[in-house]
């Protein structure tokens, strides 16, 4: 099932999204985030094929609350869980950092997740209990572990709740240095391969974590959310992350964040 479903990304990707890129107009949404005909075209042909493999509804993010509501509520024992595109920002000013994700949930939790990127043709993947994979290398790439004074963290500012803690990671942040990309599928990812070290996000959607989160925990990453360290029982629709690849870094990087909240 893991392989169909990424042949079908690959498939709308080639299809869908990359005849569209930098040829598409933009237009915002009612909460002010971009979106194009490709989001639109990809959800679209992603609802079509995704049953076709396992037949369950599909959740998208260019769905109204109400039907993501109703298709949330409805569906405990299978939901398709994508994003068309995330990082549309980086899509339509030409910036290759950029994805189409994929999870099927099952009670709340991921059991699958496929996240790529066709710029970079990287295809990232994972089915619980089975291990995370980038092209067939398993995660993560690394074998060398960062100290926390060299450590990259994946930190998106803006999204934090507490004025303290977005104050203390700009003054006395424990880490080497910071990155915000714009596509918090593939932040996941990178955390997963070892190119990040840390993560931290104060409110994701949905389909922000449903397929990067059970990548990471199949690549031997840890987690939890601002709220609880039971990541998967926090708020559904906008859920932070305290993460980190390595066990030991994270235990270091989750009393930090818990400290200074």
């Not at 595109?85 to 994700?101: K, Q």
């Not at 059991?111 to 993947?125: K, Q």
Request: charged share 20%; with cysteine.
């Amino acid at each position: 099932m893991l392989e169909q479903v990424m042949q079908v990304v690959r498939d709308v990707a080639r299809q869908e999204v990359m005849p569209r890129f930098l040829r598409v107009g933009k237009t915002r949404k009612d909460d002010g985030s971009l979106f194009t005909e490709a989001d639109m075209a990809c959800q679209q042909a992603l609802g079509e094929k995704l049953p076709a493999v396992l037949p369950h509804p599909v959740l998208g993010e260019e769905m109204t609350r109400e039907e993501q509501d109703a298709l949330w509520q409805g569906n405990p024992d299978g939901l398709w869980v994508v994003d068309p595109i995330d990082g549309t920002t980086n899509f339509v000013n030409g910036l290759p950092y950029f994805a189409i994700s994929v999870a099927l949930m099952v009670r709340g939790v991921s059991e699958l997740g496929v996240i790529y990127n066709p710029v970079s043709d990287e295809m990232f993947y994972a089915r619980r209990g089975q291990g995370a994979w980038l092209n067939q290398q398993r995660l993560p790439l690394k074998t060398t572990r960062n100290s926390m004074g060299d450590a990259i963290a994946a930190v998106e500012v803006k999204y934090l709740r507490s004025g303290k803690l977005a104050a203390r990671m700009s003054s006395v942040a424990p880490f080497g240095s910071q990155r915000s990309m714009g596509s918090s599928t593939l932040d996941w990812c990178f955390l997963a391969a070892g190119r990040y070290d840390l993560y931290l996000h104060g409110g994701q959607r949905l389909w922000d974590y449903a397929a990067g989160a059970v990548i990471l925990e199949e690549a031997g990453g840890r987690l939890a959310s601002l709220n609880t360290d039971d990541y998967w029982s926090d708020t559904v629709w906008k859920r932070s992350v305290i993460a980190a690849i390595d066990p030991e870094l994270y235990g270091h990087w989750h009393r930090w964040v818990r400290a200074n909240q």
